[in-house]
């Protein structure tokens, strides 16, 4: 079985100050890894994925997450929020052995607020 | 490319009424994913489709159907709504089985009173 805990519901920056998003996996097997960000009344959007190459993962509009096996855990940070990073994000484990099922497990979710 | 459409964005039902509701996508992909949201909670699979004419459940199939007659189109019907089916909902899509990555629709609001 597979399990994924965002450690924190909501999370308020101030505009130009770092974020972290925290994530905690666990899985049978070697796992893919995302996030996605949901954008109010918006469907949700890839950020970055994680599928077994390097470690550190660069995604979209500045964002990147770390893979850490020991610690099985997978950070999102940013260096610097911008308002329009104010959006609920979702960390992602998939089973790869059932990569047909689509078994995508996602976390509760972690709603970012970004203060001017 | 419109990429995955859901209609329609919001519907307000009322108790053991049924209703459809509509996804399509337009790039050719063979798989599809119906997902609910609830408040605080991640997404929830409900039932998806590897190809035209194949169906299967997901974590929380019990009040739904869906069919997939086309590629492109992959409705899911609620019969008899009850209070427990308001939820937001979410249908995806990927080419290919290796390929993890969705491209998800909008969303449709259903909320039953």
């Known amino acids: 079985a597979q399990s994924v805990t965002q450690l924190d519901s909501h999370v308020s920056v101030s505009e130009g100050t770092p974020v972290l998003l925290r994530c905690n996996y666990s899985?049978?097997?070697?796992?893919?890894l995302f996030w996605y960000v949901q954008h109010p009344n918006k469907g949700l959007q890839l950020l970055l994925k994680?599928?077994?190459?390097?470690?550190l993962v660069k995604g979209i509009n500045g964002f990147e997450a770390e893979f850490k096996k020991s610690e099985t855990s997978f950070h999102l940070t940013k260096p610097s929020a911008h308002m329009s990073d104010a959006a609920e994000y979702f960390c992602?484990?998939?089973?790869?052995?059932?990569?047909?099922?689509?078994?995508?497990?996602f976390g509760g979710g972690t709603r970012v607020l970004v203060k001017p | 490319n419109a990429g995955v459409t859901q209609t329609p964005k919001f519907r307000i039902l009322k108790i053991g009424q049924s209703m459809t509701l509509q996804c399509a996508q337009d790039?050719?992909?063979?798989?599809m994913y119906w997902y609910r949201q609830d408040p605080g909670m991640g997404l929830k699979l409900i039932y998806y489709?590897?190809?035209?004419?194949?169906?299967d459940k997901g974590e929380v199939p019990n009040g739904y159907n869906v069919s997939r007659s086309t590629t492109e189109d992959f409705p899911l019907r609620l019969e008899l709504a009850a209070p427990s089916q308001t939820s937001v909902y979410f249908c995806?899509?990927?080419?290919?089985?290796?390929?993890?990555?969705?491209?998800f629709g909008a969303g449709s609001r259903l909320t039953v009173l």
């Open positions: 994680y599928t077994s190459a390097a470690t």
């Open positions: 995806a899509s990927k080419p290919v089985p290796g390929a993890n990555v969705l491209t």
């Open positions: 790039m050719n992909h063979n798989y």
């Open positions: 899985s049978s097997y070697s796992p893919s």
């Open positions: 489709s590897v190809g035209a004419g194949i169906t």
């Open positions: 992602v484990v998939s089973d790869p052995i059932k990569a047909a099922g689509n078994k995508l497990t």
